[in-house]
Structures are given as structure tokens and as C-alpha cells.
């Protein structure tokens, strides 16, 4: 039976455009801030990478910071304010909500997009953040938030912005000027990059916020060694992904192929952001009543990799975070998956995810029938 890969948001398998970069670069040795030849072609790998990120942002090289992913770029952002400085909103990543636990939420309506009216009137009743954080695209649901209002929003107040993008960059345009955001976190795995790279772009202020202390690497913005075979590769990717805009926002068609039949065959499916602009390769659905364990494990048995909306942890389930800030009940929250497609995902599969779903829907059904028959009995 072939498996079918439907976790994009999770990781992108990564391109063999940039398997080939990366291999290339880690045959040869050398150490990006040294002088010598073999330093010399590092550091021209890494700052072609940072160009074309930069450029892909409508942003300046020299704003790029690169270091290990998102969560590092999050974290240091976040722990550069106290915590009774910072709002995030409702439905943040565990990245930046676990991080600043005790932060002020934004509320999001049903549909998980921000309550710009419910903000507004936090910042008119203040006291007032000096940052908020909001995902640019929600890694659970795929719901796009409204970036550049909060950015205008929250500098009338004199308040930074700060997005974590990794489900953004490739699906949607992301220009850091017109947004006027102040700092965005990258993570190369989410468009087909390596794991363990990633960037913090820094706006116009340039704050630069410090995390990693020691050395004097990208501009003493960011300590260590860099990772030359992963800034390069993350490069590549960003360089095919941002050509591939029209590919993600194509996906829609068989995210929502998939969405028909999911609940042509079980009516009680739930659609959570279905009336909020999404990504196009992103479908988060509910089956009240049923935990997404069980039908996670149910997929996986059928050949099917995919994520569920429930945080499980030490035999114990609790329904997602993002799907409860939408107004969701337990019912709905801990029935939760999420189906994710991405640069390589072909029509075949889609077709056949829809036929395993049917044959996982209908042994469900029968299960709870016959259990409800017991019950009667």
C-alpha cells in the first residue's frame, strides 16, 4: 500500500533542488567567517541566501538574520519584553504561547481570524503592550489574519509587530514594507528546506534583539557557527517556493474536494475557518464526538500521515488550544484533524485519501452503532 503524505504544515519534504545545494557545499570545508578560500565561498553561499530572502520579503539583506528556525527567531523576539508587555493572539502557535504564557490574547471570532474591534478596544482601554505577536497564517486551521490592519492598528499606539510567517511564505504574499511588520520568523523545513535553519527578518526599526551570545556572526546579531549548507539550501527553497504561489493557491480545489467528501460521508463534519480567507492547501475538520486519536490511528493504519488538532501527552487528551479560542466545545475540539498539502502533493493522492477516508468513516460509523445497539439492548 503506498503512503500518502498529507502533514505539510509539520515538514515539507524537502526538494531535490536543494538536496543537490546542500550536498554540493558539505563536500567542501570551510567556515563562513573565515578569510581564507574555503571561508570566502561559504560566506558567498550565505549571503546569496540572504539576498533572495531578502528580496522575496521586499526587505534589505542586511535585515536577515538567519540562526535555527521560528521557535529561536519567537523566543527572541518575545523574551526581549516582559510579559505584561507583550499581546498575542488567541490561537498562537505553542512557540509564542507557551513562551509568554501569561501574555495579554487577542480574541479571534468563530472563524479564528483576529477581532480587530476587540482589539481596538484593548488598545483603547489599555495600559498599552510595547509588542503584539500574531501568526501570519494559523498552522492549525490555515486562516490568514488580517497583518497589515494590526500593523496599522498597533504603531498608531507606538506598539511593535511581530509575526511568526513559516505557513505564510510560499502561500501568500509577504511584503514586510506594505505590512509595515517589524519582525517575521522563518523556518526553512515548512517550504522545502532543511530542518534546523531559519530566520528573523528584522523592519525598518532594526531593532535587532539578542538571543544567542558569544560570537560576532551576522553582524553580532546572532552567536554560532552558521549552518552554510542549510542557510543555502533554505535559499534554494525560498527561491522555488516563491514561484510556486500559484501552485498553493491552486491546491484550494482538492483542499476542498477533500472537505465535500469528508462531509458528504459523515454529515456532523465540522469545517473550522471555513468562512475566513485560508491557505489553499490547508483543511482543519472536526467529527464531534470522536477523538482524534483514534481516527489518527485509524489514517495511519490506512496508509495516511496527517496531523490531529488535540495535543496528546502522557496518555492523556486535550482538545486543541486554537479550535477552543474559536468558540469550539470539547465535542469539537478533540474530534479535530488536520489535512495539509503541499509543493509535490499530486491529484492521484487526493483521490485516493477520499477513498480511505470512506472505508475509515464507515467502520467508525459501524463501531458506534453497534455500540449504541449494546446500549439499547
Known amino acids: 500500500m503506498e503512503r500518502l503524505y498529507f502533514d505539510y ?45 531578502a528580496e522575496g520579503l521586499n526587505s534589505r ?85 488580517p497583518i497589515k490592519e494590526i500593523c496599522d492598528l498597533a504603531h498608531h499606539y507606538g506598539i511593535k509587530v511581530h509575526s511568526d510567517a513559516v505557513q505564510a511564505i510560499g502561500r501568500v504574499n509577504v511584503d514586510m514594507k506594505t505590512l509595515g511588520l517589524d519582525y517575521l520568523s522563518l523556518s526553512a523545513h515548512k517550504i522545502g528546506g532543511p530542518q534546523g535553519c531559519g530566520a528573523l527578518v528584522l523592519g525598518p526599526c532594526e531593532e535587532a534583539p539578542k538571543f544567542m551570545h558569544g560570537g560576532s556572526q551576522e553582524n553580532h546579531r546572532r552567536a554560532g557557527s552558521e549552518n552554510v549548507a542549510g542557510i543555502a539550501g533554505f535559499g534554494k527553497a525560498m527561491e522555488l517556493a516563491l514561484g510556486q504561489i500559484d501552485h498553493y493557491e491552486g491546491l484550494a480545489k482538492w483542499r476542498d474536494k477533500i472537505e465535500e467528501a469528508m462531509c458528504a460521508t459523515e454529515p456532523s463534519m465540522v469545517v473550522n475557518g471555513k468562512n475566513a480567507p485560508r491557505t489553499g492547501n490547508t483543511l482543519n475538520i472536526s467529527w464531534p464526538g470522536q477523538l482524534a486519536s483514534m481516527l489518527l490511528m485509524n489514517f495511519d493504519l490506512e496508509g495516511v500521515s496527517l496531523s490531529t488538532g488535540s495535543a496528546c501527552s502522557s496518555g492523556s487528551i486535550k482538545p486543541s488550544p486554537v479550535i477552543k ?22 491529484e492521484a493522492e487526493v483521490d485516493a485519501f477520499i477513498e480511505r477516508w470512506k472505508k475509515i468513516a464507515s467502520r467508525v460509523q459501524e463501531g458506534a452503532k453497534a455500540e449504541a445497539e449494546k446500549v439499547t439492548a
Open 9 to 53: 504544515n509539520a515538514n515539507t519534504p524537502i526538494r531535490p533542488e536543494v538536496i543537490d545545494i546542500m550536498a554540493e557545499i558539505m563536500s567542501v570545508p570551510g567556515n563562513a567567517s573565515s578569510v581564507h578560500y574555503h571561508g570566502r565561498l561559504g560566506r558567498k553561499h550565505v549571503e546569496h541566501a540572504r539576498k533572495i530572502i
Open 61 to 145: 539583506p542586511e535585515q536577515v538574520v538567519f540562526n535555527s528556525g521560528a521557535t529561536e527567531s519567537n523566543n527572541t523576539i518575545l523574551k526581549h519584553f516582559d510579559q505584561e508587555d507583550i499581546w498575542v493572539s488567541a490561537v498562537e502557535h505553542s512557540s509564542v504561547s507557551r513562551v509568554v504564557a501569561d501574555a495579554r490574547r487577542i480574541p479571534v471570532t468563530k472563524d479564528g481570524v483576529v477581532d480587530l474591534e476587540a482589539l481596538k478596544e484593548m488598545l483603547e482601554a489599555g495600559p498599552l503592550p510595547k509588542l503584539i505577536s500574531v501568526m501570519f497564517v494559523n498552522s492549525e486551521t490555515g486562516v490568514i489574519q
Open 325 to 346: 479560542a474559536m468558540g469550539a466545545d470539547d465535542d469539537v475540539a478533540l474530534g479535530t484533524l488536520r489535512i495539509s498539502m503541499g509543493w509535490n502533493t499530486q
